[in-house]
């Protein structure tokens, strides 16, 4: 158990980055708040997004990537699945807020005409909004430590109320307030050389716009020599110290050591009047590390999904395979299967080699034939197959067209018509016209059955996990599967609502109405991912 050590004043760290995107500012985050909790200090980290949507739920995968949930239900950006998995504290609607949340709360209060007849401007009622929502979590007096990471790069138009807002933060927050700015330091090979200069402009862009940096962070393909770091710092007006590299390392989980050993978290005490004691302990994550390093047999895994162009969309699910992995002291061998491309002829080719096949979420038709030419041939070739979600929702269709005989079984998603309704639309779906924020989301309470391999996983009849879907399993059709095979081992206590569906008998077959990869950390990986996986390497 780690002692806490507590802070009187909550401190602020921001974290905007510049020059290009995908740079890795969340796994930066993530990172520095590991060394501060591995410092004994309570750290929680939330994500600004500057997109006007009020939240990623609509957004196609394509955009942003996967759509991470929350436990208290909330459809956030895929970086608070990395805040998650590094710190293994659980995050909250409160993590993660967006342009568009900020100006429907602003406008609803001019509705109610709480501004009492004043001009409301972006400066200062949106940058005031957006300030309150920055300081939420830390007047909860639970966190020492709040690191916001902002979305986007400086210098983008939408980004600007929150550079900001930082500004002024900066200002009432004195020495409880330290940025950290990340950038990128190409290097040209035809000249050869590293390039500062994209570094020197967005720090200059930032400085325009009030805010000198405190601490930057060079995104960086091989190690920079000490002289770019200090031609940077000279440049930037960065103490030279400060200036801290992230070059390319095998795993994102290599990233906090990357941090720790130039001193990140050192640099951000003593830059914050904070005494630097105790030792930094990051002795399960290095164990982690390790047995990631001497892996030598691999686990081959099929991921089936209709994204696969894109594996940022099935993130968590990969995050918790590799951590599965690990654990079992395996190399994840993943391998995107596009849902499109899987028929009944070809199927054998695409699958008999993997140790074991996971059918993964989804919305819409388009792949759906395919995720149930695999799990036919996965179900008659008795592989270890784990469906998620929409996964469960195929094993249930393939399941009642080829065993029970429901030859147009469907779920009313894919064809409304179906005369076998075996998935359908829950009771409080069917009146609901907004799409945003309505699906059945958060964590729910499931009961699992004790002689079935979703209890052997948990070690535990009560669990909770998370859910993002609008159709479930039709009760009605319950007896008839469990008569042929296919039990029902998981019930919410509350609705009756089927969590969990496996086949006793075969190797591992099992499908969950919820997302368990949404649960999955570092340190405390999901239970039936561990069991999935296990069964995947004696396969
Ligand atoms: N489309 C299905 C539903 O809404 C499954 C959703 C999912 O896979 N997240 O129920």
Redesign the pocket.
């Known amino acids: 158990m780690q002692t806490f050590t507590t802070v009187a004043e909550t401190k602020y760290i921001f974290v905007t980055g510049g020059v290009v995107s995908s740079l890795g500012k969340g796994i930066v985050a993530a990172s520095l708040g590991k060394l501060l909790q591995a410092r004994g200090f309570r750290v929680t980290i939330q994500k600004f997004d500057p997109y006007i949507n009020i939240d990623p739920g609509t957004l196609n995968p394509y955009e942003h990537g996967e759509c991470y949930v929350t436990i208290d239900g909330r459809e956030t950006d895929l970086d608070l699945g990395h805040y998650e998995r590094f710190l293994n504290v659980p995050t909250s609607m409160a993590n993660n807020i967006t342009t568009g949340r900020i100006y429907q709360n602003v406008i609803d209060r001019e509705r109610r005409g709480d501004f009492l007849g004043k001009t409301v401007q972006v400066v200062p009622h949106i940058t005031d909004e957006i300030k309150r929502n920055i300081m939420i979590l830390g007047n909860t007096g639970e966190y020492d430590f709040i690191i916001t990471e902002i979305g986007g790069t400086v210098g983008d138009i939408e980004s600007l109320p929150y550079i900001e807002s930082v500004r002024q933060l900066r200002w009432e927050l004195g020495k409880n307030c330290l940025c950290v700015h990340l950038t990128y330091v190409p290097f040209i090979a035809a000249a050869k050389e590293v390039k500062t200069k994209p570094t020197q402009h967005s720090v200059k862009t930032l400085q325009e716009q009030g805010i000198l940096p405190n601490i930057l962070v060079l995104r960086t393909e091989e190690k920079l020599s000490e002289n770019i770091c200090h031609k940077v710092a000279l440049f930037c007006n960065v103490d030279e110290n400060a200036v801290i590299q992230s070059y390319d390392v095998p795993s994102i989980y290599e990233v906090p050591l990357v941090l720790a050993e130039q001193g990140m978290d050192k640099i951000v005490l003593r830059k914050m009047g904070m005494p630097v004691k105790g030792k930094l302990d990051l002795t399960r994550w290095k164990a982690f590390l390790e047995n990631m390093k001497h892996a030598k047999k691999t686990v081959k895994i099929g991921l089936i999904g209709k994204y696969v162009e894109l594996p940022d969309a099935y993130k968590s699910i990969n995050e918790s395979l590799l951590q599965a992995a690990t654990y079992h002291r395996r190399k994840l061998d993943l391998h995107f299967i596009h849902s499109e491309k899987v028929t009944d002829e070809n199927v054998a080719e695409l699958l008999s080699s993997m140790d074991g096949i996971l059918v993964a979420?989804?919305?819409g038709q388009r792949g759906i034939e395919g995720k149930f030419a695999a799990l036919k041939y996965a179900r008659e070739h008795n592989k270890p197959t784990f469906g998620?979600?929409?996964g469960m929702?195929c094993m249930v269709i393939e399941f009642a067209q080829n065993v029970l005989g429901l030859k147009d079984a469907n779920s009313t998603?894919m064809d409304p018509e179906t005369p076998h309704k075996v998935i359908d639309l829950m009771e409080e779906q069917k009146n609901l016209t907004f799409m945003g924020g309505s699906?059945r989301l958060g964590a729910y309470d499931c009961k699992l059955e004790k002689d079935s391999i979703a209890y052997k996983a948990y070690q535990n009849e009560n669990i909770r996990e998370r859910h993002?879907?609008?159709?479930?399993f039709n009760n009605e059709y319950k007896k008839l599967f469990e008569a042929n095979g296919m039990k029902c081992t998981g019930i919410n206590p509350a609705t009756g609502l089927v969590e969990v569906v496996e086949i006793s008998g075969m190797k591992w077959y099992l499908g969950t109405q919820y997302?368990p990869e949404y649960n999955s950390t570092v340190v405390n990986p999901n239970p039936l991912f561990m069991s999935f996986i296990e069964a995947a390497t004696k396969n």
């Open positions: 979420p989804g919305f998620v979600c929409l929702q998603e699906m993002r879907h609008r159709y479930e997302h």
